[in-house]
C-alpha cells in the first residue's frame, strides 16, 4: 500500500501531498527526491498526508510522487548546482540589461532535475518578455519560467 506525504520543495517552499511506492515509508525530517509538475526536486517530508492536512493545502489529490531518499550523489549534484546559481544570475541579468526591459531580476531557481530555470523578478508594468526567455532558453539549453513577485 502506497502512502501519502506533505512535502516541502522549492526555493519558495511549496507544500504539497506526494504519494510514495508501496512499501516506502517516510519520517519527519527526511530529505527526499521528489517528482512535481516542475520536474525532479529536493523536498523535506513534513509528516504523513491526513484529510485534515489535504482540506488545509486545498487540494484533494497528490501533486506528485516520492522517487527516493536522498543520496549522496544527490547532494554533490545540489552542491553543484548551488555553487552555479550566482554565475547563473549574473548571466540572467545581463541578457535582461541587453533587452533592455523594465524588470529587476530578483532571485533565481535551478530545479534539481535540471528541466527547467525559474526567474524571479519585480517589474511595475507588464512586460512582454518573449524574445527574453527564447535568449535565456539559448543560453542555459533549458526550459525557463518567468515569476514576477511584489
Not at 536522498?70 to 544570475?89: A, M
Request: net charge neutral.
Amino acid at each position: 500500500m502506497s502512502h501519502r506525504y506533505v512535502v516541502r520543495f522549492g526555493l519558495m517552499r511549496h507544500l504539497a501531498d506526494f504519494s510514495s511506492k508501496a512499501g516506502q515509508e517516510f519520517r519527519r525530517g527526511e530529505q527526499v527526491v521528489v517528482k512535481s509538475h516542475r520536474g525532479t526536486e529536493w523536498g523535506e517530508v513534513l509528516c504523513e498526508a491526513t484529510d485534515r492536512t489535504r482540506e488545509y493545502l486545498g487540494s484533494k489529490d497528490t501533486v506528485g510522487r516520492i522517487l527516493r531518499n536522498v543520496t549522496p550523489e544527490d547532494e554533490r549534484s545540489r552542491d553543484e548546482l548551488l555553487q552555479k546559481e550566482p554565475e547563473v544570475f549574473a548571466q540572467g541579468k545581463q541578457v535582461i540589461t541587453d533587452h533592455k526591459l523594465a524588470m529587476q531580476l530578483v532571485d533565481i531557481e535551478l530545479i534539481f532535475g535540471g528541466e527547467r530555470l525559474v526567474f524571479y523578478y519585480l517589474s511595475e508594468a507588464r512586460i512582454d518578455f518573449r524574445e527574453l526567455v527564447k535568449d535565456l532558453a539559448k543560453s542555459f539549453n533549458t526550459r525557463i519560467e518567468m515569476r514576477q513577485i511584489g
